[in-house]
């Protein structure tokens, strides 16, 4: 959400707003158009734009998010919005050049072709128009949105289709692109084989009914990073033998009416990870295989119209995380084992259409559906005092005796009254949060509710009810549209029970004071917020007011809380001094966020004995001199965030013995000196570190050797892991609460701020700084490093064939060094490489070819004289070994004569096809053995000759 600090920047420029007032009456607005939405998505359609209106701040428009600085419109999401019409090539909406996300999915764009124009959105990350009605061609342009991340053009109608020559150019230039949606695009003319050139990074690929014919590619499946797979009705889609792997990280698998046999798969049991499967309609002619029945994951198995011969194997009760059964018309027999009952997680089951006799208790069901079958006598007791039970359906069976009624309530999407929970008068906890529901009472509730969730329920103020609920102790109402300030009357509301209160991310301007004696946990963070900073309650644990516009200097008051654990002041315009006292706090305050104020002078010169900081973060402030050693006691220390500010200081070595620190950020400060150190004190150097940046300084003199051998977390010793996901603080204010930690990082080329850093993010940047000499070889220990930055130093030498080694790379970037000899062939086996820039250094040789490297652009090794191959257009010479006579003279390095030439005779889908003519002996074409083949000899012979041990610089055998 995006939330405006100054007034006019709340309009987002009368440029753009006239652009989005004219698209939108571009369209009438029409029910009808987002019929499908509520269905599919589950989500409410309504017509977002009518809160678009002339001389209003477009900035805080529904569907509407600008950046903070520039009040650019960065993203658009009208999906489910009512828009009807024909789609103008013209429109308006081709004039918001900043656009880096655009949602348009489930309008009715009335048959209209997609515009070639989309393809102007050179920034754009994410593009959906899927179910818009769009027919005819996908045009080429959209596969020049190199940037794309997430791309949806999933079509139901039928009536789109798409060549080869836009389908390869989409594969070829989609280099980023993570989540691939084209299901129900027509794809007959197309050869399967174009996917195989897929990006490593693809997550999500779904092609269902795209009428694919042929043989798909088998090392799809591979993919390290392949989550989602979805094939499914392709009926002439060719599959080879399937035999998967323990390593395969699929998740969802749909190889649904595919007409193949299931014979084809082999080892499904490997798929550890799988929670969705389907195989519906498909040939078994056998009984259910017992590998399916190992998948202990499992949340959902459809193999619907299967013909299963015989009934269901006893191992069926193994899918102990099924959530959803569905083997309905697949000639089941016999009864159903009683193993089923094993699965205590089953809500939704469908055996319908079959030749069962016999069926168990599943008391869990939300869903039972065992039409035609053979099921016979009185209605089971179960069925009577299943209390989740919503939908039966036991039609074309050989029940007999009474039927009795069934009556039951369930919640519908739509408008709701809280009072329908009056009847139930035990009611403690209610959570209606992420509904697309419309919360409505004008009165007070009966109900006794200690906790209430209402997170995204649309309100657009405090609800009345409220005021009924004197023992409430959790209110959460973020996510809504309330506006204004905390009304009087709230300061009733559970005004000695509530610990609980989160009103984050709504549109509150004002906030006087909190009368809430034990409140516990209060967060405000993402409101339109003015004025000083208010002081909490004493009780207080955790006070989140981020993203606000609070102003003025922190009060020493703050102090006087001394049970705060959690404080997170960022993304406001604080300014003054850091609080001194901010060190009374240190018996408990173990998260501290000031980044993105004004906050000038120094870092407090005093850290307490027994500091229980885990997370120090004043990035983005004006803070100046040298670092405390004090902050050494602090010695729980995790993440330590420093970046941004105008800090003089040598690099503070010192740090390397905090025994706990595994982020530390540096960059952008005014920080020199080498980073070698001759102490052997400050051990153990380093050895939890994950995330190492301190581009941006003036550090010089050659890399840290030492702390790269200390980098124990990101070297791959024994399998390093974490049970959390994402770094953060627990606390114990309310049920699973937990605090992430952020950072702004730089991913491949681009800068990023992220709510959560990954526990498995291991990142080096030492980017922007005068570091010279080689490269350590050492480097090639850190094979868990996922990001590596050390452009723009003054780096010489060749680049070590040990950077072939970090098999989790994802983005190297030795741009604007001097590194010379040739790229090593060994880094095109990094299986998760796919961002890599060594331009602006004196790089020769030929450019290594061969799987992700042919996704590359020419960007990535522009400025580089001596390179030569693909994607550059200078062509390479091919070398060719001379007579023996001339390949050496006095020791010195050879001058070989070659006439290889190089003739292109094609590529396409990313590989590179060549022919060499030259030598009859050398027609074998294989320039790598080749070069290798002459420089061995020519280093031997140097070895013979060499009299005095001095070493010379070596030819490079990549």
């Known amino acids: 959400m995006w939330h405006c600090h100054v007034d006019k920047q709340c309009w987002c420029g009368s440029h753009s707003c006239t ?156 280099t980023e692109v993570r989540l691939l949606f084209l299901d129900g695009i027509n794809m007959s003319s197309t050869n399967p084989h174009v996917f195989m050139n897929l990006s490593s990074s693809l997550r999500s690929l779904s092609l269902d ?118 083997l309905s018309i697949s000639n089941l027999s016999g009864p159903v084992p009683r193993s089923l009952g094993n699965l205590l997680q089953l809500t939704h089951l469908d055996l319908g259409w079959n030749k069962l006799n016999e069926v168990t208790a599943f008391p869990s069901l939300i869903t039972s559906r065992l039409y035609d079958n053979l099921l016979n006598g009185t209605l089971p007791s179960w069925l009577y005092t299943a209390p989740s039970l919503k939908i039966i359906n036991l039609s074309q069976n050989q029940f007999n005796g009474h039927i009795k009624e069934f009556q039951s309530k369930s919640l519908e999407f739509g408008v709701m009254e809280l009072s329908m929970f009056s009847s139930l008068p035990n009611l403690k906890y209610l959570d209606l949060s992420y509904n697309s529901l419309s919360l409505t009472s004008n009165s007070t509730s009966s109900v006794n509710l200690t906790s209430l969730f209402l997170s995204s329920c649309n309100l657009s103020e405090f609800p009345q009810f409220l005021k009924g609920l004197k023992s409430l102790e959790s209110l959460d109402l973020s996510y809504n549209r309330i506006e204004g300030k905390i009304p009087q009357w709230m300061q009733e509301v559970g005004n000695d029970s509530l610990t609980y209160l989160n009103v984050s ?157 595994q982020v530390l950020v540096l960059k952008s400060n005014q920080m020199h000196g080498s980073l070698h150190d ?17 581009s941006s300084n003036y550090f010089s003199g050659p890399l840290p050797v030492r702390y790269i051998n200390n980098f124990k977390a990101i070297i791959n010793l024994k399998k390093n892991g974490s049970a959390r996901s994402y770094m953060g603080l627990k606390y114990a204010s309310i049920d699973s609460g937990f605090y992430t930690y952020s950072i702004g990082i730089v991913t491949k080329g681009t800068y990023m701020e992220l709510e959560k850093i990954c526990t498995m993010w291991m990142i080096i940047d030492l980017s922007n700084n005068q570091f010279v000499g080689e490269i350590p070889k050492v480097i090639g220990k850190l094979n868990l490093l996922k990001g590596l930055n050390l452009s723009h130093n003054n780096l010489n030498g060749r680049i070590p064939t040990s950077v072939g080694n970090l098999t989790s790379l994802e983005w190297l970037d030795l741009s604007s060094n001097r590194l010379s000899r040739t790229i090593p062939n060994k880094l095109a086996d990094l299986p998760f490489l796919s961002s890599l820039n060594v331009s602006e250094n004196q790089l020769h040789g030929q450019i290594t070819q061969g799987k992700q490297f042919n996704t590359f652009g020419n960007d990535s090794y522009e400025g580089n004289k001596g390179l030569c191959g693909f994607p550059v257009s200078k062509g390479c010479k091919i070398i060719e070994p001379a007579p023996p006579n001339v390949l050496e003279k006095n020791g010195s390095k050879s001058n070989i004569a ?53 070493r010379s610089n070596r030819r490079s055998r990549a």
């Not at 998010?65 to 009512?82: E, F, G, K, Y």
């Not at 515009?115 to 990350?125: N, T």
């Not at 027609?923 to 041990?949: A, D, F, I």
């Open 678 to 694: 001759h102490s052997s004190k400050f051990s153990p150097c380093f050895s939890k570190i994950q995330i190492f940046d301190l």
């Open 505 to 661: 991310h709504n549109y509150l301007t004002e906030v006087e004071h909190f009368p809430w004696k034990n409140i516990a946990v209060l967060d405000l963070s993402s409101n339109l917020i003015r004025g000083n900073l208010p002081i909490p309650a004493s009780t207080i644990n955790v006070f989140l007011i981020s993203n606000n516009s609070f102003n003025g200097e922190v009060s020493s008051l703050i102090c006087n809380v001394t049970s705060l654990q959690i404080l997170d002041l960022s993304h406001n315009n604080l300014s003054g001094t850091i609080p001194q006292c901010f060190e009374n706090l240190s018996n408990s305050l173990e998260f501290l966020n000031l980044k993105k104020n004004k906050f000038y002078g120094t870092i407090p010169p005093t850290f307490a004995k027994g500091c229980r900081l885990t997370n120090l973060n004043l990035n983005g402030n004006l803070l100046g001199g040298p670092l405390t050693p004090s902050i050494l006691n602090c010695r729980g220390l995790e993440v330590l965030d420093l970046g941004n500010n105008k800090i003089n200081d040598t690099f503070p070595h010192w740090l390397g013995s905090l025994p706990q620190l």
């Open 898 to 950: 070659f006439g290889w030439k190089v003739v292109l005779i094609g590529y396409g889908c990313g590989i590179v096809l060549g022919m060499s003519v030259g030598y009859a002996v050398f027609q074998t074409c294989k320039p790598e053995w080749l070069v290798n083949l002459v420089e061995n000899q020519h280093e031997k012979r140097r070895r013979r000759k060499s009299k005095n041990g001095n």
């Open 19 to 174: 652009s989005l007032i004219q698209f939108k009456d571009s369209f009438s607005i029409t029910e009808d158009a987002s019929f499908s939405c509520d269905r599919i998505t589950g989500l409410k359609s309504y017509p977002k734009t009518n809160s678009w209106k002339q001389g209003t701040a477009c900035c805080l428009w529904d569907g509407v998010t600008c950046d903070q600085i520039n009040a650019h419109v960065i993203a658009l999401d009208l999906s489910c919005s009512w828009l009807y019409g024909n789609f103008p090539c013209n429109t308006t909406l081709f004039l918001l050049p900043h656009l880096q996300k655009l949602n348009l999915a489930f309008n009715d764009f009335n048959l209209s072709k997609i515009p070639s124009e989309f393809g102007r959105f050179e920034s754009l990350v994410y593009l959906n128009l899927s179910h818009t009605s769009f027919v005819g061609e996908v045009p080429s342009q959209v596969s020049h949105l190199s940037k794309l991340v997430s791309l949806d053009l999933s079509s139901w109608i039928y009536d789109s289709a798409i060549d080869k020559h836009a389908l390869e150019g989409l594969v070829q230039n989609l």
């Open 209 to 326: 009914f795209c009428d694919l014919q042929g043989k798909f590619p088998k090392n799809i499946f591979d993919l390290p990073n392949l989550n989602l797979l979805d094939l499914g009705g392709n009926q002439n889609l060719n599959l080879d033998h399937l035999k998967f792997n323990r390593s395969n990280n699929l998740e969802h698998l749909d190889l649904s009416w595919m007409s193949f046999s299931t014979k084809l798969i082999d080892s499904v049991d490997n798929l550890q990870a799988l929670k969705y499967l389907d195989l519906s309609g498909n040939s078994f002619f056998q009984e259910l295989s017992v590998s399916i029945t190992n998948l202990s994951s499992l949340e959902y198995l459809s193999i619907r119209g299967a013909n299963i011969c015989g009934g269901l194997p006893d191992s069926i009760g193994n899918l102990v995380s099924l959530k959803f059964l569905d």
